[in-house]
Each structure stands twice: as structure tokens, then as C-alpha cells.
């Protein structure tokens, strides 16, 4: 063959490539789910209807497709997700954008100033989740969910996806504290007994940040952190806490109009109240300093080479907690009193834990998980609870892909999932734990099984 012909060849043989591989497309939209005045709000054990917006709640969705392969990234304001309303948005979308179910990953902010979705639990009647405004809302939201996706479907457009992995330090702090020669951590302190006292686990200071950029221009952003948003606090006020403050940052400063979508990462023990300080950060200095973390890694943004969506869920039979009957007798003497006396949020939650897990000793405790990979490099896996920072870390640490994301409180939600250590330890997150100690690690067994497979896949 003439150095033409071969040049030729070589030109077709490239061309050829290009079009096997397919373009990748994304795109992304955002629909405002911010609640009528006098919905029931989450976050606390008790009824508060809603009375005014600080700033408005969304429902945002990111599409990606390649070679004719979809999947959704769908992250909600809301304190968390539930299964019934999980099932029902992805018929929603498969019905209207033709996007299978099950290539929908829908994920909550946890924002404690959101709306309260009903559980089928006691924590309905304390939160009046129930009552009609709630149901309203919760009939509403799927359709929302979907038109989220259908509007993000119709903008797929050949982009490029980035990813950095930036650090926020000194924001986040793992909120159960051991002392010396106390058995049970202490929950929440406002400030550290020096000599005695230390964090009984560690935080995650990863800030994902996958930017798609279409023509030059960035499009869509999804960002990754792990820390409760509890920075608004009590109130009556509608607001995505920080992760509103944080999206909002990213947009206006790298690209005015791109949607940008937060996912919680491991976050079950982890919130902001600074007890090295005994700084209270604002809601404002939170996302200001993520967005901070953004911007430094910005540079940083390597593209990644996709291929078609990878997907892979699986649900995972966990084992319930069990009480005896002492115990079963002093939770139902907390909630006959729960409603007109102030017991305090760890026996309240405790109680109310004991008797639903009665109530469903032979249902089998489901949990979903889910990993969509889009490159060799990155996979986002998400798990469906307050997941305790350790098992993320472990999860990032042992995962195939040089990039994992993960999303916690998706595609429904099993309560706090804490680590097999932090069980003999006590307090809030496991008293209210549903499942028995191993839960989580189980969890991290079949994700890590799942992206090897996504890995592995061709
Ligand atoms: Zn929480």
C-alpha cells in the first residue's frame, strides 16, 4: 500500500473510532419545589408548618446519554427521599421521557428546612407529615421529579465532563465525641473538654466537583460533599441551607446559567457546629467556603474519556435491629407522652425507632444500592441512608475508579447506618439506627462488588 492509501485508511480507521465511541451529551434542569405556607417541615421531632421562604427549594436533574444509553442524576431539597415516592417518580420519568427507572438516581440534599415526606411511622403524627397539606405535597413532588428530567432530556447537547477533587478543611466536624473512660460518645458538644475529650471518628474533606462543559461553556456542575445541612437551624422558613448557597456560588462565578446540583456524600455523623472554636458557622460562611474549595480545584479539572452509561442497582436485604420487652415497654411509654411533654430528641427517636421496628419485624428492611459509572475514571454510587462518614471514606478508599462520588439518602432511605465500631458507643444515630450492626459494611461490600462489575464491563 502507497503512504496515500495508508494515510486514508488510518483517516477512516479514526473516523470510524469517533463514531463507535459516540458523543456524549448532557443536559440539565431545574423545577422550583418550594412549599405552600403551612406544609409540614422536617428535621426536628416536631410539627412546624411551613410560614415563608428564606430562599426557594428545587428539584434538579442532570441527563447524560451516550450511545443511546441514558441516566438521570436527580438530587432533591429535602431532608431525604422515601421508597414510595422513589417508585413513583421513576414511572413518572420512564412514562414521560422514556428514561428507565432504574437508570434514575434521585438523591436528597438533607436540608432540615425542607418539607417532611411521610415515612409510614410515628414520626408522621409528630411531624404531621400526614395531614393534607403533606400529602399534597408528597402527590405533587414525582411529577415535579419528572418534569426535572423531562426538561433537562430536551437541552442534551455534546459536552465534555471534568473532574476535581477538591479539600474544605476545618468546616465539617464528626459530631460524636469520646471521653475518657465514658462508654457512650457524646453527641453534639459545643465545645471539647481538652485532655478528656477527642472526635470518635474522622471527617471526609473531599469537595467533588464534575463539571460538564458543552461548546467551552459549563453547563451543569455536580458537587459533592459530606455535612448535615442544619446551618439555618429551627424556624419556619423554606431554605436549602448551605448547598443552596454553595450551588448558587458555583453558577454565578464559572458559568451564569449552569444548573449546579449538590449531592450529600457520608454525612450521617458529620455536621458543622465547630466545637474546636465553638464557631457557629452561618449558612452563608458554609457555602461560601465550599464554593471557596470549588473554585481551587477549578483549575485542577481533568477531562474524563466517557463511555456509555454503566449501571448497575441492587437491593440488599439488611437485618433489623431487636428489643426486648423492657425496652419495647419504655419506648411505647415515650410516645403516649411524646406529644404533650418535651422528652428530648434522643428518646424520642429512640422510642420511635423501637416501635416501628416492631411494628416491621417481618418485613425485610430493603435497601437499594446503586452505581452508575461514566468513564474508566469516575462512578457515582449512592446509598440509601445517613450513612456514617468511615464507611464512605472506606468506600472512596477501596473503589476501582480513581474518582468515586457518592450520594447518600437516595432512591429511599433506611434511617442512620453507622459503622460496626461507633454501635457500642450509643447515642442518637444508633439508637435510631433500624439496622443491626454490619448493615453499613455490607452496604460497602456490594457497592465495591458493583463497581468492579461497572469496571470490568465492556
Ligand atoms: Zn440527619
Redesign the pocket.
Known amino acids: 500500500m502507497g503512504p496515500m492509501i495508508t494515510r486514508l485508511l488510518f483517516g477512516l480507521f479514526l473516523i470510524a473510532i469517533q463514531i463507535q465511541a459516540g458523543d456524549f451529551r448532557v443536559g440539565a434542569a431545574q423545577v422550583d419545589i418550594t412549599p405552600k405556607n403551612g406544609t409540614p417541615m422536617a428535621g426536628y421531632y416536631k410539627f412546624r408548618a411551613v410560614g415563608g421562604v428564606l430562599d426557594p427549594i428545587y428539584a434538579k436533574a442532570i441527563v447524560v446519554e451516550q450511545d443511546g444509553t441514558h441516566a438521570a442524576f436527580v438530587v432533591i431539597d429535602l431532608?431525604g427521599t422515601t421508597r414510595p415516592i422513589v417508585a413513583a417518580a421513576r414511572k413518572a420519568v420512564q412514562e414521560q421521557c422514556g428514561i428507565e427507572g432504574d437508570h434514575v438516581m434521585i438523591s436528597a440534599t438533607?436540608t432540615?428546612t425542607g418539607p417532611q415526606l411521610a415515612r409510614g411511622s410515628l414520626m408522621d403524627e409528630l411531624t404531621k407529615a400526614n395531614s393534607p397539606p403533606g400529602m399534597d405535597y408528597m402527590q405533587a413532588l414525582p411529577g415535579y421529579i419528572a418534569q426535572a428530567v423531562k426538561e433537562a432530556k430536551a437541552r442534551l447537547a455534546p459536552a465534555r465532563p471534568s473532574v476535581a477533587m477538591g479539600r474544605a478543611e476545618g468546616i465539617s466536624f464528626n459530631r460524636r465525641v469520646l471521653r475518657d473512660g465514658v462508654k457512650e460518645a457524646i453527641w453534639q458538644p459545643k465545645t471539647l473538654n481538652p485532655g478528656t475529650d477527642k472526635p470518635a471518628g474522622p471527617i471526609d474533606p473531599e469537595v467533588g466537583v464534575l463539571v460538564f462543559e458543552s461548546d467551552g461553556k459549563p453547563v451543569a456542575s455536580y458537587l459533592n460533599f459530606a455535612m448535615?445541612p442544619?446551618s439555618v437551624g429551627g424556624g419556619l422558613k423554606i431554605s436549602a441551607d448551605y448547598p443552596g448557597v454553595f450551588c448558587k456560588l458555583v453558577s454565578e462565578r464559572h458559568g451564569p446559567g449552569m444548573i449546579s446540583v449538590f449531592a450529600n456524600g457520608c454525612?450521617?455523623n458529620i455536621n458543622h457546629g465547630d466545637y474546636l472554636t465553638g464557631k457557629r458557622r452561618t449558612t452563608l460562611e458554609l457555602g461560601t467556603a465550599l464554593a471557596d474549595a470549588a473554585d481551587a480545584a477549578w483549575p485542577d479539572l481533568k477531562p474524563v474519556t466517557t463511555f456509555k452509561p454503566r449501571i448497575r442497582s441492587e437491593q440488599v436485604t439488611l437485618q433489623r435491629r431487636t428489643f426486648t420487652e423492657v425496652e419495647i415497654a419504655k419506648a411505647k411509654d415515650i410516645t403516649t407522652r411524646m406529644f404533650t411533654e418535651n422528652l428530648g430528641t434522643v428518646p424520642m427517636a429512640e422510642a420511635v425507632c423501637i416501635l416501628e421496628t416492631v411494628a416491621k419485624q417481618n418485613e425485610p428492611l430493603l435497601a437499594e444500592v446503586q452505581v452508575i459509572a461514566l468513564s474508566d475514571e469516575l462512578a457515582i454510587v449512592s446509598l440509601p441512608g445517613?450513612i456514617f462518614v468511615e464507611l464512605g471514606l472506606a468506600l472512596k478508599k477501596a473503589s476501582p475508579f480513581k474518582h468515586t462520588f457518592i450520594a447518600e439518602l437516595a432512591n429511599g432511605s433506611i434511617g442512620?447506618v453507622p459503622n460496626r465500631e461507633a454501635y457500642p458507643q450509643g447515642n442518637y444515630?444508633v439508637v435510631s439506627a433500624r439496622n443491626e450492626v454490619g448493615s453499613g459494611e455490607k452496604l460497602v461490600e456490594v457497592a465495591l462488588k458493583l463497581l468492579g462489575e461497572v469496571k470490568a464491563a465492556r
Open positions: 431532608s438533607h432540615h448535615h442544619t454525612c450521617g445517613e442512620y444515630e
